[in-house]
């Protein structure tokens, strides 16, 4: 890299060099850059360094008086051992400074951390391996922002559909929020300028929230351009990225918002839903199941005038092709019956037969609704899988928790997969395929240019 720039300075002048739209690996140059003696435009180095390295960012976030999920840094396995019993399981671990989420993992006991220290010595070298309390039933957000130093524009403020832990880029998200209050969005919003503000960010930021019982909690914050940036672009019809390169450049915010700072998603009257297409269909060995490590490998947009409507179009552009009518499969952890009774009661309500395993059939049944008991696939034939094979089963919703309960349930994603039955690992991910049915079933989709909405 460094050579390519001196190559460019004996052919003229190099302003600097832009690190913040490829990723994580042009942040990782950015100190060599520095020690270099090549300019970097935009976000400084060491504002870079500063929301990437751990302890750093813990003291500006308690210098904001902002929220983090507990947490630690091991350098050993005894280290890991003892953060893990602090915080309790299930943590979310990972090693530093990795892409994608890779290596990233939900480890719910001692004998899964042992494993996982051993295969990450691999990963991280000699890099620390990062421990954090792995909130339950949070609702993640992500918001793209743009400043320039003084002023910040929040961009976008996008409210995932899977629960945090599940990696950003394999996470349905809603533009702008489908279930947050107006409290909780200001909240966010005013943090996000905030974190702009003490990281003096020039250009881009991308900054993951969760939202627990009413509490904001900042996940991670990356001063470079994320891969929501194109979507939240189309979706408000606001250039960010090229407003973001000019400010690197040295022009002023207040001079390149078309509208001024009021423009973009908060003016918007549409709901654009951004979901993840996964490539499962082409490896027969790996499992659906979404976590913290990226598995997608590329994106939809769907946009309409309500959730509903724009999640339906999201799920065809992915090629989930959801059911009006038929057979319903539900098997949900225990911590998931409650919720997943409204949903079922509507399915039922249009038409739909309930098929449950034992513990949430008996849920659905005390709650008077009609379902039909099925064995899962360890209890004996003919079990779940057979009725899947048989073509009995249109939808699936199956949630499920701990190591030996996701090994045993192996079998029923790759069936659903294999057959081409919609799948939904998550009550969000269920309830908004519900909002989708009742979308469907009042009618066609209108297909409209983008331009009609913006």
Known sequence: MIEIVRVEQRRG???GVIVQFGGQTPLNLAKALERAEIPILGTSPDAIDLAEDRERFQQLLKRLGLR???NGTAYSAEQAEEIARRIGYPVVIRPSYVLGGRAMEIVHDNAGLA???RRAVVVSGTSPVLIDR????AIEVDVDAVADGADVYVAGIMEHIEEAGIHSGDSACSLP???LDEASIAEIERQTVALAHALEVVGLMNVQFAVKDGDIYVLEVNPRASRTVPFVAKATGVPIAKIAARIMAGEKLAQLLPEGRECGWRRRTHV??????????RFPGVDLILGPEMKSTGEVMGIDADFGRAFAKSQLGSGTDLP???RVFVSVRDQDKEALVAPCRQLAAWGFELVGTRGTARKLSEDGLPVTLVNKVQEGRPDIVDEMRSG??????????GAQAIADSFSLRRTALTHGIPYYTTVAGARAAVQAIAALRQGCLEVAPLQSYL
């Open 13 to 15: 002048t190099v302003l």
């Open 68 to 70: 983090q999920p507990e």
């Open 115 to 117: 494993r996982y220290i």
């Open 134 to 137: 792995y909130l339950q039933n």
């Open 177 to 179: 929020p489908y279930s």
């Open 272 to 281: 654009a839903v951004k979901e993840a297409v996964f490539p499962f269909n």
């Open 324 to 326: 009006l009518k038929g």
């Open 392 to 401: 009995r089963i249109q939808l699936v919703f199956n949630t499920t928790e």
